[in-house]
């Protein structure tokens, strides 16, 4: 069966390459072995590296394929979803941004390991940043409401965010597009949430 975060990438109109699959694998060895041991991700997470963090980042490039500009990744942990989407989309930029300075130094470490050279990983908080943003994706770093006040500062006009969250029912937020993914792309639905700047 193909890992899930190809069956992501196709939905979203991507065709992996060989040297995409050898760093995604890179990745995922990483992040279930120091990331784990360092505290990024759970314990109990080993076996779902794959449909849990891999294939839900790999879902953002549904919404922001046909984007341009940098992405900016806030509050991206030990890299997610910014590192399987730099990987999936090697001709954009990314920068990723946590406030945590220790979650800085494993993503640093883990952009020597991937050797993505579009990537740029910065120690910041949210509030810090200035405007004005291309595009922002997020996996639950702040509740939507709260996100949505930081998007209306930061996104350029017409810039786009795309969050995502662990949601059992469809996520209705105002200000925000809830899109569907459907079941036959990770066995089970999902949801993003979309913002686009007036």
């Given at each position: 069966?193909?890992p899930?975060?190809?069956?992501?990438?196709?939905?979203?109109?991507?065709?992996?390459?060989e040297?995409?699959?050898?760093?995604?694998?890179?990745?995922?060895?990483?992040?279930?072995?120091?990331?784990?041991a360092?505290?990024?991700?759970?314990?109990?997470?080993?076996?779902?590296?794959?449909?849990?963090?891999?294939?839900?980042?790999?879902?953002?490039?549904?919404?922001i394929?046909?984007?341009?500009?940098?992405?900016?990744?806030l509050?991206s942990g030990?890299?997610?979803?910014?590192?399987?989407?730099?990987?999936t989309?090697p001709?954009?930029?990314?920068?990723?941004?946590?406030?945590?300075?220790?979650?800085?130094?494993?993503?640093?470490?883990?952009?020597?390991?991937?050797?993505?050279?579009?990537?740029?990983?910065?120690?910041?908080?949210?509030?810090n940043?200035?405007?004005?943003?291309?595009?922002?994706?997020?996996?639950?770093?702040?509740?939507?409401?709260?996100?949505?006040?930081?998007m209306?500062?930061?996104?350029?006009?017409?810039?786009?965010?795309?969050?995502?969250?662990?949601?059992?029912?469809p996520?209705?937020?105002?200000?925000?597009?809830?899109?569907?993914?459907?079941?036959?792309?990770?066995?089970?639905?999902?949801?993003?949430?979309?913002?686009?700047?007036?």
């Amino acid at each position: 069966m193909k890992p899930y975060w190809i069956r992501a990438a196709e939905f979203a109109g991507l065709t992996p390459t060989e040297l995409q699959i050898g760093q995604m694998e890179r990745y995922q060895i990483w992040l279930t072995t120091e990331g784990i041991a360092a505290g990024g991700i759970g314990p109990s997470e080993t076996t779902r590296v794959d449909l849990r963090h891999l294939a839900d980042s790999v879902l953002f490039a549904h919404q922001i394929g046909g984007e341009t500009g940098t992405v900016w990744d806030l509050g991206s942990g030990v890299g997610l979803p910014g590192f399987p989407l730099a990987i999936t989309h090697p001709g954009r930029e990314f920068v990723l941004v946590d406030r945590s300075g220790r979650r800085v130094d494993l993503m640093k470490r883990a952009l020597r390991i991937l050797e993505l050279d579009n990537c740029t990983v910065v120690h910041d908080d949210i509030s810090n940043l200035q405007p004005v943003l291309d595009t922002v994706v997020s996996r639950a770093s702040l509740p939507p409401e709260r996100l949505g006040e930081e998007m209306r500062r930061l996104l350029r006009p017409g810039g786009l965010a795309v969050v995502a969250g662990s949601w059992e029912q469809p996520p209705v937020h105002p200000g925000w597009e809830t899109i569907e993914i459907p079941p036959n792309v990770l066995d089970h639905t999902v949801w993003v949430l979309m913002m686009r700047r007036e």
